[in-house]
């Protein structure tokens, strides 16, 4: 999300709530670990896989500083906490909606973007042997694959 962001000339930040971990560290992401330090003004807060407000933990407080909110999820126990809520509990994982929406939004999928979005499905899949993927999500992965 963030370099679609990016690509698309929008001033945006990750923040997540501790060091991204070791074993992921090959991906390189420009985040910033949240510290309730924040000295700017958000018109927008993206938050994706979060079932609830609680799962934000100190992160939270961004829900009440920007204008607007977007939760993004595929769990079923979603609470819909955002001004505008895309929840799909029949997903296999945040990032196939993700896709689907840049698809829907005419985002150039990079070969970037195409790595996060399958990492994320590979993750929230166990590597696609948990229940939750079906053809669309190989299908998907494929796609992803092809684009770099």
């Known amino acids: 999300m963030l370099k679609m962001l990016k ?48 799962r934000l933990g100190e992160r939270a407080c961004l829900l009440e500083m920007a204008e607007k909110s977007i939760n993004i999820d595929h769990h079923y126990t979603n609470t819909n906490f955002a001004t505008e809520n895309r929840v799909d509990g029949d997903m296999s994982s945040t990032c196939e909606m993700v896709y689907d929406l840049f698809l829907e939004m005419n985002v150039e999928i990079t070969p970037e973007i195409a790595e996060f979005l399958y990492g994320g499905i590979m993750g929230d899949t166990g590597c696609l042997k948990y229940s939750s993927a079906t053809q669309k999500t190989v299908k998907t992965v494929a796609k992803l694959m092809e684009t770099g």
């Open 7 to 54: 690509n698309s000339g929008k001033d945006a930040v990750l923040y997540t709530s501790s060091i991204v971990e070791k074993r992921m560290s090959f991906w390189s992401c420009d985040y910033t670990v949240f510290n309730n330090e924040i000295s700017r003004h958000f018109d927008l807060l993206i938050c994706l896989d979060c079932g609830d407000v609680g």
